[in-house]
T-cell receptor
């Protein structure tokens, strides 16, 4: 059974205080690891896709990295507007005929001014 | 504007009364999916569809039905809703399952 575990469950930072969120996963046949941001009452918004160990992607203050067992979302010098729930998801496909996505429970990030 | 739309956005119903939540996308995406989000349980996949007439179960399909007769639409059907199906539901679409998914605004369902 696919498993995705995110830690910490909640993180409170001061503006400018850099940190990292963790996503550890167990899946056979990983076909992609996704990071999403979700604001209260809204649908998740796509941030990154990583496909293979060693891959890194950056967007503004966010940088995502991937190993064979986990992914990190690094937040550099966060601002209050970065406050949100960050979701990690892994995709598993078999034979190109189906594609199932499993989400972690998320990390609630609060950035105080 | 590229988007995923869901209707209704809010629904209060009673146990056993059949209902349908519609989902439509205007991006010509092949992959569509339904999720439910519950406090403490996160986002869980109900059903997904790789293309027209191709659907498959996610992690929590019990009590739900779907159909994909057209590429742009993927309705979620609750034949006999029960209180444990009270949840926030999201529809999503992508070019294929391997790409970023675009999520709809959500449907908050309460079953009394």
């Amino acid at each position: 059974e696919d498993q995705v575990t995110q830690s910490p469950e909640a993180l409170r930072l001061q503006e400018g205080e850099s940190s990292s969120l963790n996503c550890s996963y167990t899946v056979s046949g990983l076909r992609g690891l996704f990071w999403y941001r979700q604001d209260p009452g809204k649908g998740p918004e796509f941030l990154f896709t990583l496909y293979s160990a060693g891959e890194e992607k950056e967007k503004e203050r966010l940088k995502a990295t991937l190993t064979k067992k986990e992914s990190f979302l690094h937040i550099t010098a966060p601002k209050p507007e970065d406050s949100a729930t960050y979701l990690c998801a892994v995709g598993r496909g078999s034979g190109g005929s189906n594609y199932k996505l499993t989400f972690g429970k998320g990390t609630l990030l609060t950035v105080n001014p | 504007e590229a988007q995923v739309t869901q209707n209704p956005r809010y629904l209060i119903t009673v146990t056993g009364k059949k209902l349908t939540v519609t989902c439509s996308q205007n991006m010509n995406h092949e992959y569509m999916s339904w999720y439910r989000q519950d406090p403490g349980l996160g986002l869980r996949q109900i059903y997904y569809s790789m293309n027209v007439e191709v659907t498959d179960k996610g992690d929590v399909p019990e009590g739900y039905k779907v159909s994909r007769k057209e590429k742009r639409n993927f309705p979620l059907i609750l034949e006999s809703p029960s209180p444990n199906q009270t949840s926030l539901y999201f529809c999503a679409s992508s070019f294929s399952g391997y790409n970023e998914q675009f999520f709809g605004p959500g449907t908050r369902l309460t079953v009394l």
